[in-house]
């Protein structure tokens, strides 16, 4: 088993929970860290004994030393610094949303292809079991024609960032300048990627849409003058051969519930489940005239499973599945970024559709996507620019 040495880009809170999953993987070993945080910095480096700190990423890139880079920043810096990176030799693997925009993230995407360099975004829900077996169930016709599914996430009232103020959540989370967009790619990455995960990547055609900023603001919030987002998104979304997916993602809504994601065949449709925070699985079909609903023991059948096969450990984290590859443990992975590079092809056609007032083409969110990506960053070390 071959040990994979891993280099931080961002000290901030998604880093803790990357570090708390590579403490779980035995032939990880992260050797380095570059925050332009000098202080928030050497105290991430203390606390998760990371001998190597830089508050420059060219210097840190320059080290031989390192087969991968995790790039824990905000949306619009995932771009230039994933750039560098795999310009630099490393394999990247790369927080969610993949980027700030369509465009960006095809970048980054044909980019990996350019250098040989492997790229993985984090879409944590493809590696639940339900998701494995709800894609299984779909691929083995047991849904019959599969025709429309519903990608759902909800919070009452949680805007990172203002509702839960910092150190929980930045307030960059709500700017423009590094966010871009809100709910649909904080939240809505994780459920539409599982939902098209599922549906076999089906081909965009066409995306309808709106998103909102319509809760007030208690201005005696810190972050109150820095809500730049927008707190919902809804779409509509028809791909090919008729398939249709509908999806609505909030940060903050005046309602008590809106359910959860669903895929509805014509043998029979599947209810996504949460119980006692375990996800779960509801098989609905018929037999004989009368409706059966199974619950699919999502959670015992898997570990079932992977004691048969244990192999499936490895798919049950996009980290580990991702080292796991690296290290020549398994020779297959999920591809996250071209998951990750359509999920951003939907969301971009709803940012699309409700700036212009009407629906939009897959080749109208190709032409009209535009960077959003940062091209500098003053530090107190100087500019740094990046070549994009």
């Known amino acids: 088993m071959k040990d994979i040495r891993v280099a931080i880009i961002g000290t901030g809170v998604v880093s803790r929970q990357h570090m708390e999953r590579y403490r ?19 105290a991430w480096c203390k606390e998760w004994d990371v001998e190597n700190a830089y508050t420059d990423f060219r210097a840190m890139l320059q080290r031989d030393d390192i087969d991968a880079v995790d790039v824990c920043l905000h949306n619009n810096l995932h771009l230039p610094m994933a750039l560098e990176v795999m310009k630099a030799g490393k394999h990247c693997y790369c927080e969610k949303p993949m ?30 079991p339900q998701t494995r077996l709800a894609r299984e169930m779909v691929e083995a016709d047991d849904l019959g024609h599969v025709y429309h599914a519903r990608s ?59 998103v909102y900023q319509e809760l007030p603001i208690d201005p005696r919030l810190p972050g109150a003058n820095r809500m730049e987002v927008e707190e919902m998104g809804v779409g509509f979304a028809k791909y090919k051969g008729g ?6 993602e909030t940060w903050a809504i ?54 048969v096969n244990p192999d ?15 290290s020549g443990e398994i020779s297959q992975r999920y591809d996250t970024a071209w998951l990750a590079l359509q999920t951003m092809k939907v969301s971009e056609g709803i940012f699309l559709s409700s700036k212009l007032g009407r629906e939009v083409t897959a080749d109208e969110i190709e032409s009209l996507s535009v960077s959003s990506a940062i091209r500098s960053q003053e530090t107190e070390w100087g500019t740094f620019r990046y070549d994009i």
């Open 99 to 128: 980027a700030g925009s369509y465009i960006d993230a095809k970048t980054m995407y044909e980019t990996s292809k350019k250098y040989n360099k492997e790229l993985s975004i984090h879409l944590d829900f493809i590696f639940h």
């Open 24 to 42: 779980k993987i035995p032939n990880v070993k992260v050797i380095a860290a570059c925050d332009i945080n000098k202080g928030k910095l050497e």
């Open 152 to 210: 759902v996430g909800y919070r009452r009232k949680m805007r990172p960032g203002l509702d839960v103020p910092p150190p929980a959540f930045s307030m960059d989370f709500i700017t423009k300048k590094y966010a871009e967009h809100g709910a649909l790619y904080d939240m809505g990455v994780y459920h539409i990627s599982q939902m098209l995960y599922i549906l076999g990547a089906p081909e965009l055609e066409r995306v309808s849409g709106s």
């Open 243 to 248: 398939l249709t997916l509908d999806i609505i």
């Open 254 to 307: 005046h309602m008590d519930d809106l359910g959860t994601g669903f895929v509805a065949g014509s043998k029979g449709g599947l209810r996504f489940t949460r119980n006692s925070g375990q996800s779960g699985l509801k098989f609905i079909t018929e037999v004989r005239g009368r409706t059966i609903e199974s619950d699919l023991q999502v959670a015992a059948n898997a570990s079932a499973e992977t004691f």
């Open 312 to 326: 499936l450990r490895f798919f049950a984290d996009d980290q580990a599945n991702w080292i796991a590859y690296l």
